[in-house]
């Protein structure tokens, strides 16, 4: 985690001005107002895993305004707030969501929201693309602004592992660092599944998607083992194979599909990604549960349409070409 801004070491009259200013570098329509006229301190600290965005944020009484149809926003993030001290209080959708130190809750940056903090507080935030979790969980409107216990159930999950990703976020690997986002947007989809519906069969299947959950993380954290099988997760569970295999019927998989599809993807991510560029296919092969170099250049044919090799030269030119066109020059205007 990298410190993007303290006012530690800025004079007490221009701190609030310089985080103001900060807002408005790093988040364009985002207002930032004063609740009282006490000494004012904040520090943000930001990092990025694979896709997934993290910030951590320690200030005291303001409050903050986003209104994305002034800066012409149309894809969006959804964030995910873990309040670890004093009170937040969200606002959006028509809804106001109060936090304490433990709770968390959920906001859609397509859309206006505000956020009042009375005194000193602190918050974990992760963001997370829209199109990661719409697709599975409908309108956002369903969930924002609502509260979830972080002692309990799988806001007990999702607090304990944002505690966690941000106190050893320095120790990941990519390779890591990938596992990491995976079982994020899994975790927090089941989060956001509690919103869906508020029926007794609903509430029951939150301990069979919590658990659903669990044997995706065993898959994610062990994909390296070439002996990774459902008999293994099942085992880590303590539960039967069949049961295993039912909890993945309900997303019209089976526990070995998963494990292959996973595998592949983390293939896949891992031969774009420029911090594996000096690691070799087979290497990355191998570190994908596959022990046959072989056998993986089948599969991932069957799954993407081109060997291994050829998708890493495709996409490591795109990637070129990318960079090319950002750091082009612009042209001069005729004015």
Known sequence: ????????????????????????????PLECQRLSERPFSGVSEAAQIDQLGLNRIHSVDQRLTWTPARAAITEGVVLVTLQTLGVGVLIQDGREASLQPGSLSFHDSSRPFTWIFPDEFAQLVIRIPREKLLGKLGPSERWTAKVISGTTGVGSLLSGFLLQTFSTLNSFSPTGAYRLSQISCDLISTALGEFQGH???????????????????????????????????????????????????????????????????????????????????????????????????????????MSPSEYREIAFKNASASQARRTEPALPSDT
């Open 199 to 305: 029926s007794e069969s609903e509430s029951q299947n939150a301990g069979r998607a919590a658990l659903l959950y669990r044997a995706k993380q065993s898959i994610e954290m062990n994909l390296h083992d070439p002996e990774l099988n459902p008999g293994k997760v099942a085992q880590t569970l303590r539960i039967s194979i069949r049961y295993l295999q039912e909890l993945f019927n309900e997303e019209n998989t089976t526990p070995s599909a998963w494990i292959w599809e996973r595998r592949l993807l983390r293939s896949h991510s891992m031969l774009a990604d420029p911090q594996c560029a000096s690691v070799s296919i087979s290497n990355i092969a191998f570190e994908c549960g596959f022990n046959d170099y072989s056998h993986f250049n089948h599969r991932f044919h069957a799954a993407f349409s």
């Open 1 to 28: 985690m990298n410190t993007l801004f303290s006012t530690e070491k800025i004079e007490k009259a221009k701190r609030f001005e310089c985080w103001r200013d900060l807002l408005h570098r790093t988040h364009a």
